[in-house]
């Protein structure tokens, strides 16, 4: 079926989350790559802890805590790049593809948007570093929710915004757990299986899996 909406994921999937640290990766030393890993795993961690708890606090705080634990937990980067790391997650690098496969879909005539925890600051941002604002009908923050995902009311945002059924979207993340969420809710659901991670919640499987968003279009 064709689809009336393509919905993106932004960090990770957009936006190359590891392109902060890579940036500064020589002052950080040996470690950084590490560092960036941990950085990255602990702001997700604290997203669904605090969905759990009903606690929110907006991504951008998250990110910060996350990455002073990847401070704590890696003692050889500098603790001086703190500020810098931070605001070169202001203008991450998008993935090479990406300008030209959201301006296909665009011109296809489908609505496209992102929908992510980030807070609508941060998307904002990271969407103009890209030069990619214009492409978008839709930035969904989950700030509006007060939470994060996988709640439904996450992937929700987008049908009711829309006015469109869930199988009239296509939902693509290269976070696993993410597309088990939008499963679940009923999206077609892609994943961007950027770094050949085994698959994860086999029964709630996405309709394809892509290394990058550039077949994104031949799927239809």
Known sequence: ???AAFVFDAYGTLFDVHAAVRKHAAKLGPDAQRLSSLWREKQ?????????????????????????TAFALVPTADKAMRDDLLNAYWELDCYPEVPQV?????????????????SPAMLEAAAKAAGLTELFDEIFSVD????????????????THFRIYPEEV???????????????????TVWMNRTGMPD?????????????????????
């Not at 939470?147 to 049908?159: C, G």
């Not at 939902?171 to 969420?181: H, K, L, V, Y």
Request: charged content about 20%.
């Open 1 to 3: 079926m064709a689809h």
């Open 44 to 68: 997700l961690e604290y997203s669904w802890v605090r969905a759990l708890m009903g606690q929110y606090k907006d991504f951008w705080e998250l990110t910060q805590q996350g990455l002073d």
């Open 102 to 118: 959201l301006t296909d879909l665009k011109a296809s005539g489908a609505k496209i948007a992102i929908l992510s925890n980030g």
């Open 144 to 159: 509006e929710l007060r939470t994060f995902k996988t709640d439904p009311q996450v992937y929700e945002m987008v049908t």
């Open 170 to 188: 296509s939902f693509q993340s290269s976070n696993r757990w993410d597309i088990a969420g939008a499963t679940a809710f009923g999206f077609r």
């Open 200 to 220: 994860e919640y086999l029964d709630l499987a996405p309709k394809a899996v892509l290394a990058d968003l550039t077949g994104l279009a031949a799927l239809g």
